[in-house]
């Protein structure tokens, strides 16, 4: 879960990060009691990236200019997504801008620094443009000051830099965060330096430990309710897009992953569902044999959706509770979606919008799984099984085609 940029000055602002004075503006009319001065910079705060390519970043020297420009931002949606904040803050003339971030890396099972000496980084290649530093003990300020050297950064930039990579480690560390990023880090012509644009993850197994984070957690679900085509993707740990295919996965990797084969293969993606972990609003346990049930009936819901990809990859536990949940939603009576897990649930009609269903399971689970769905009575291509996800991809891209 990412917070908004003027959540994340909030924190930076708090724990010492030097930011701009800014202002949130909740609607056009702010701005005539605007506190900061002229000239500012107006930002569409939204989870989407390029906002400035989609006109979601505006420069502003008057209130008539900026009353003009709030209303435009408000009105123009990124990626799909209208703002329900702007955030209003002074200009910078920055000299030099660079990269920071805390991440958290699972490979190591360690927070590693990185430090970069441009702000657009090239992640295709970036050994040459990045550096890192592992804190493999308890952290001290000899950690940040060395991944400032690694930059080669010189005289009064080793301890300007160093101070702010030290605040991001103790947010890092303070909140369970799975990465803190600034991007750029300025720095004027006097050398002080300034965060202008940041980002913040929270790892979500955290959200129960800081009573701050839950109440953010509920109204990143409830604005993502009010804002999508489909309010029930509001509170999962997914993407909603507009296609045709639409994909349910046990792990963030292999749900991105099948999306991005999904594009390569000329289809068009719908939303995406991560069936790995529960709803961040979720106060009961759930199991995910309930998530993919829950997750098959919304997806159903979309009548965009004409085929349903689910990609899971082996250590499925309940593989004869996954494979009797297919089996209900495939072969379900009276044209209608019903819920598998025995509560109440929106009907959707089954008729032309009720989706294929293409099933890769990858692992020893698959042979089980295959007996189990492979002696359905279902009509053509309502249900595909395979262990090899390309061609999972291909069927699901000829399905949408037929």
Same mark, same amino acid.
């Given at each position: 879960?990412?917070?908004?940029?003027? !959540?994340?000055?909030?924190?930076?602002?708090?724990?010492?990060?030097?930011?701009?004075?800014? !202002?949130?503006?909740?609607?056009?009319?702010?701005?005539?009691?605007?506190?900061?001065?002229?000239?500012?910079?107006?930002?569409?705060?939204?989870?989407?990236?390029?906002?400035?390519?989609?006109?979601?970043?505006?420069?502003?020297?008057?209130?008539?200019?900026?009353?003009?420009?709030?209303?435009?931002?408000?009105?123009?949606?990124?990626?799909?997504? #209208?703002?329900?904040?702007?955030?209003?803050?002074?200009?910078?003339?920055?000299?030099?801008?660079?990269?920071?971030?805390?991440?958290?890396?699972?490979? @190591?099972?360690?927070? @590693?620094?990185?430090?970069?000496?441009?702000?657009?980084?090239?992640?295709?290649?970036?050994?040459?443009?990045?550096?890192?530093?592992?804190?493999?003990?308890?952290?001290?300020?000899?950690?940040?000051?060395?991944?400032?050297?690694?930059?080669? #950064?010189?005289?009064?930039?080793?301890?300007?830099?160093?101070?702010?990579?030290?605040?991001?480690?103790?947010?890092?560390?303070?909140?369970?965060?799975?990465?803190?990023?600034?991007?750029?880090?300025?720095?004027?012509?006097?050398?002080?330096?300034?965060?202008?644009?940041?980002?913040?993850?929270?790892?979500?197994?955290?959200?129960?430990?800081?009573?701050?984070?839950?109440?953010?957690?509920?109204?990143?679900?409830?604005?993502?309710?009010?804002?999508?085509?489909?309010?029930?993707?509001?509170?999962?740990?997914?993407?909603?897009?507009?296609?045709?295919?639409?994909?349910?996965?046990?792990?963030?990797?292999?749900?991105?992953?099948?999306?991005?084969?999904?594009?390569?293969?000329?289809?068009?993606?719908?939303?995406?569902?991560?069936?790995?972990?529960?709803?961040?609003?979720?106060?009961?346990?759930?199991?995910?044999?309930?998530?993919?049930?829950?997750?098959?009936?919304? #997806?159903?819901?979309?009548?965009?959706?004409?085929?349903?990809?689910?990609?899971?990859?082996?250590?499925?536990?309940?593989?004869?509770?996954?494979?009797?949940?297919?089996?209900?939603?495939?072969?379900?009576?009276?044209?209608?979606?019903?819920?598998?897990?025995?509560?109440?649930?929106?009907?959707?009609?089954?008729?032309?919008?009720?989706?294929?269903?293409?099933?890769?399971?990858?692992?020893?689970?698959?042979?089980?799984?295959?007996?189990?769905?492979?002696?359905?009575?279902?009509?053509?291509?309502?249900?595909?099984?395979?262990?090899? #996800?390309?061609?999972?991809?291909?069927?699901?891209?000829?399905?949408?085609?037929?």
């Amino acid at each position: 879960m990412d917070l908004l940029e003027y !959540q994340v000055k909030e924190w930076f602002g708090k724990i010492g990060i030097p930011v701009l004075p800014s !202002q949130r503006i909740d609607h056009p009319t702010d701005l005539k009691r605007l506190k900061i001065p002229y000239p500012i910079v107006l930002k569409s705060q939204v989870y989407t990236g390029e906002r400035a390519k989609a006109g979601g970043v505006r420069f502003v020297e008057t209130t008539i200019d900026a009353i003009a420009a709030a209303q435009t931002i408000f009105n123009s949606p990124i990626w799909g997504e #209208l703002p329900e904040v702007i955030l209003g803050e002074c200009q910078y003339i920055a000299e030099k801008e660079f990269y920071l971030a805390v991440v958290l890396d699972t490979a @190591v099972c360690r927070p @590693v620094l990185l430090g970069g000496t441009e702000a657009d980084i090239d992640w295709e290649s970036p050994g040459q443009k990045m550096h890192h530093v592992v804190v493999e003990q308890e952290f001290s300020p000899f950690y940040a000051r060395r991944l400032a050297l690694k930059m080669g #950064l010189r005289g009064k930039l080793i301890q300007s830099v160093s101070a702010v990579v030290d605040k991001m480690y103790q947010l890092f560390i303070q909140k369970d965060l799975d990465l803190v990023e600034i991007s750029p880090l300025a720095v004027s012509a006097s050398g002080e330096v300034m965060a202008l644009n940041g980002k913040v993850s929270i790892n979500k197994r955290a959200i129960g430990r800081h009573p701050d984070l839950g109440e953010i957690a509920v109204n990143t679900a409830n604005r993502h309710s009010r804002s999508t085509i489909n309010p029930q993707l509001g509170d999962w740990d997914g993407l909603q897009l507009h296609g045709k295919i639409g994909i349910l996965a046990n792990g963030t990797g292999s749900m991105m992953a099948t999306l991005d084969l999904v594009t390569s293969a000329g289809g068009k993606p719908g939303s995406c569902l991560n069936l790995r972990h529960a709803l961040i609003t979720d106060v009961s346990p759930t199991t995910f044999s309930d998530r993919l049930a829950k997750g098959l009936n919304i #997806l159903a819901a979309d009548k965009s959706v004409q085929v349903i990809l689910i990609n899971l990859i082996g250590g499925i536990t309940e593989i004869k509770e996954v494979a009797r949940i297919i089996s209900n939603f495939v072969q379900q009576e009276k044209h209608e979606v019903k819920s598998t897990t025995g509560t109440c649930s929106s009907r959707t009609p089954r008729g032309e919008h009720f989706p294929s269903l293409v099933v890769r399971i990858a692992g020893s689970e698959f042979a089980e799984a295959k007996q189990l769905l492979g002696g359905l009575n279902t009509k053509p291509d309502a249900l595909i099984v395979l262990e090899n #996800l390309d061609e999972a991809v291909a069927a699901s891209v000829s399905l949408t085609r037929g």
